[in-house]
């Protein structure tokens, strides 16, 4: 969200090679407004009630689940149904650093670093499976912890344990700063994410994900690059869990090893739009509005969003912002090339003009 | 001696899961697709026993006649609609199409029936057992339940190997396109693969619903213990998914001998152990990579 500007394309010889960008239009001025939007976020605690702040940093946790499940699935085509076993990890750290008298704020990155640790030999059993298959040895690997979790009695067992150590904070400035550290991380969430897919491995995924014999055979690292977004998506997660233990003060099994922590990072990233970065935030802001106004209906706003990804995926498989978005080439976030323009300013002007763009630019 | 029996009940409990896990074996050879909400399809065979019993004065012990039937009608259905809609998208789409409706399926009976536990009351015919010794008895409904699905895995291999429908089944797997070619409605094939697919988790969730009990959040346990036992058994083999689903069961019992909280854990290790050192599983013939 802090950069939007096109990078300078490679010097393309005019009329020899189509024109490479990194989108259809200029968005230079996409990277100003991201900064606006989080500046203006970071000072949404002292603007807002409490109430609100409370939405909003819930809003952070669950767009961070649903970024990184967007890498997963949208641009890896993982499709991981245990990220909650990330998210139970990175919130017992955070139990375990503050049981040692460590600051629960401060914990927050060494529990995703930790998670991120445990991503490696769990991605050493869970990839030898794919597919669906795969899909269910996470959910398998995610109970199992669960259970281990719940036998540790020092832990608290199945019944869980308040984390100490934020005791001596006035609620008010408990708010903000747990509101600040979902905000810092769900930007950092978002930003790596942008960063990664504008990188070398983003190029792999891509190539992967049209034709994964093609890229193997070009020499691509097709189980290094899964291996890397598995691990980052399992560092994200680990630091959505333990911003749940943070800012709840309490974990208990059941509830962070949910089921439910993916179903909701699936449902999000469908709707809004799946191997999109918009689609997360837009998904998520759907979520949070259904869910508000759907509050004293039990159940009812997951049988709702539920319902309503199946059709989604069915019938508009971009999403909301894919479907909105598909014929205006508007991004957000541009990862990837548009082949075929040449940008106006490149154009040596006493050049003769480049030869005229395919009719549809194709993107990567 | 306690030991024992509790790797007599672990095999007991392997007919439960090798039924569930025939359907999800089947599907996914035919088809190449995993379905989500398989464990809650079984969930949801029980609360429709539960609701059609009163209602069509059949003794309880009987209700598989009745419920069976609907869900094969109903797994063609939503196979020729909901399923092959996603299917012709991608498997992709089709997992998390059967995702999502395993989370509308569990929260919808949530809404329905309320959280609390359920079971299919068949009186004292869940009690007889057979004791050779003090220490080990062999309940004579799991007895059953394991010979059901000795002989539900064996008439699938026998409909498979033998019959024109299970040759056209196998023919589709392995080439839909092909198959359709000379003249095979591929649809109608999957349909029918689904309609068994179904009509045997409903087997299974009516079996284990007269066992033991079952709420709207049992779906996932099923699932993860049917797809266990295929993977521990080797994917694409039905006699090896009735062997997973024995040594799931065996380690499931070990665990809870050894502590009660250990149960489900001690499955999980297993299974987790055979990915690790026999991924092709005991008797998997294709690798799975």
Same mark, same amino acid.
């Given at each position: 969200?802090t950069?939007?500007a ?5 010097t ?8 490479v960008?990194?989108?259809a ?5 996409l990277?100003?407004?991201g ?18 702040t409370?939405?909003?940093l819930?809003?952070f ?11 997963l699935a ?13 998210? /139970?990890?990175?919130a ?7 049981? /040692? ?7 927050i ?5 930790v ?29 199992? #912890?669960?259970?281990?979790?719940? %036998?540790?009695?020092? *832990?608290?067992?199945?019944?869980g ?10 609620p ?7 509101y ?9 969430a ?27 055979? #070009? ?9 890397i977004?598995?691990?980052?998506? #399992?560092?994200g997660?680990g630091? $959505?869990? $333990? ?24 449902f ?7 191997g999109?970065?918009?689609g ?18 039990g159940?009812?706003?997951l ?7 199946v059709?989604? $995926?069915?019938?508009a ?21 548009y ?5 106006r300013?490149?154009?040596?002007g006493?050049a ?13 | 001696?306690s ?7 672990g095999? &007991?409990?392997? /007919? ?16 190449g ?6 464990g809650?399809? $079984?969930?949801?065979?029980?609360y429709v ?20 039937p609907?869900?094969a009608?109903g797994?063609?259905?939503?196979q ?12 992709f ?8 409706l395993s ?6 009976l ?9 079971s ?9 057992s ?8 062999? %309940? ?9 699905a000795?002989?539900?895995l064996?008439?699938?291999?026998l ?18 396109? #092909?198959?359709? &070619?000379?003249?095979v409605?591929y649809r109608h094939?999957?349909?029918?693969a689904?309609?068994i ?5 409903? &087997? ?14 049992s ?5 993860l213990?049917a ?9 694409g ?14 380690a ?7 502590n009660?909280?250990y ?11 055979? *990915? ?14």
């Open positions: 969200m950069t939007g096109a990078p300078v394309p490679p393309v010889e005019a009329g020899s090679l189509p024109g960008t990194r989108s239009r200029p968005t230079a001025w990277g100003g407004l900064v606006g939007v989080v500046v203006l976020l970071a000072f949404m605690p002292s603007i807002v009630s409490q109430a609100d409370s939405i909003l819930n809003f946790i669950l767009l961070t689940m649903s970024s990184m499940w967007n890498l949208g641009y890896a085509g993982m499709v991981s149904i245990g990220q909650q076993a990330f998210v /139970g990890l990175g017992y750290t955070v139990l375990v650093l503050a049981d /040692g008298g460590f600051n629960p704020v401060a914990a990155p060494i529990a995703a670093l998670c991120a640790a445990l991503s490696v030999p769990i991605s050493l059993l869970v990839f030898r499976l794919r597919g669906g298959y795969f899909a269910i040895a996470t959910w398998v690997v995610a109970d199992a #912890a669960s259970l281990v979790i719940s %036998s540790i009695g020092s *832990l608290g067992g199945g019944t344990k308040p984390v100490p150590g934020l005791s001596s904070l006035s008010k400035s408990f708010e903000q700063v747990t600040w550290a979902a905000l810092a991380v769900v930007v950092v978002v930003g790596m994410t942008y960063a990664l897919l504008r990188s070398r491995l983003g190029l792999v995924l891509a190539a992967v994900r049209d034709n994964e014999v093609g890229a193997r055979s #070009a020499g691509a690292r097709v189980v290094t690059a899964r291996r977004v598995f691990l980052v998506a #399992a560092l997660c630091a $959505a869990g $333990a911003l749940l233990a943070v800012s709840q003060l309490n974990v208990q099994p059941a509830s962070v090893f949910n089921v439910q922590w993916s179903a909701e990072m699936i999000v990233t469908m709707i809004g739009g799946i999109t970065i918009e997360p935030i837009l998904g998520s802001v759907v979520f949070f509005l259904l869910q508000q106004n759907l509050a004293h209906e159940a009812w706003y049988i709702i969003f539920g319902a309503l990804a059709v989604i $995926a069915i019938w498989p971009r999403g909301l912002w894919g479907t909105a978005t598909a014929k205006l080439r508007v991004q957000l976030f541009p990862v990837g090339y082949v075929g323009r040449t940008r300013r490149d154009r040596p006493s003769p003009p480049a030869p005229p763009a395919p009719p549809v630019a194709s993107t990567v | 001696m030991w024992l029996n509790a790797i007599i009940q095999i &007991l409990t392997g /007919g439960f899961y090798a039924l569930f896990a025939c359907g999800l074996s089947l599907l996914f050879g035919v088809m697709i995993i379905n989500l909400a398989h809650d399809l $079984a969930v949801i065979a029980g026993a539960v609701l059609l019993i009163p209602e069509t004065h059949v003794p309880v012990v009987w209700s598989f006649v009745v419920v069976v609907i869900f009608v797994g063609y259905i939503l020729r609609t909901l399923l092959q809609a996603s299917l012709d998208r991608d498997p789409t089709t997992l998390l199409v059967t995702f999502g989370v509308v399926a569990e929260n919808a949530l809404e329905a029936f309320s959280s609390n536990g359920q299919l009351n068949i009186g004292s015919l869940i009690a007889h057979f004791n050779p010794t003090t220490s080990i008895s062999l %309940s004579y409904f799991s007895l059953t339940v394991l010979g059901v000795v002989v539900v064996g008439a699938l291999q409909f498979l190997s033998r019959s024109g429908t299970g040759r056209l089944i196998r023919a589709v797997a392995d080439d839909k396109e #092909a198959a359709q &070619l000379v003249g409605n094939i999957f349909g029918i689904a309609a697919a179904f009509a045997t988790v409903a &087997l299974a969730g009516i079996a284990s619903g007269m066992y033991t009990e079952f709420a709207p959040t779906g996932p346990a099923n699932l213990f797809f266990e036992s295929v993977v521990i058994g080797g994917i083999s039905l006699w090896g998914t009735l062997v997973g689903g024995i040594v799931l069961g065996v499931q019992q070990i665990g809870a001998q050894i009660p909280a149960q489900v854990l001690a499955g999980h290790i297993v299974f987790l152990a055979v *990915l690790a050192v026999r991924p092709r599983g005991l008797f998997g013939l294709r690798t799975s990579s």
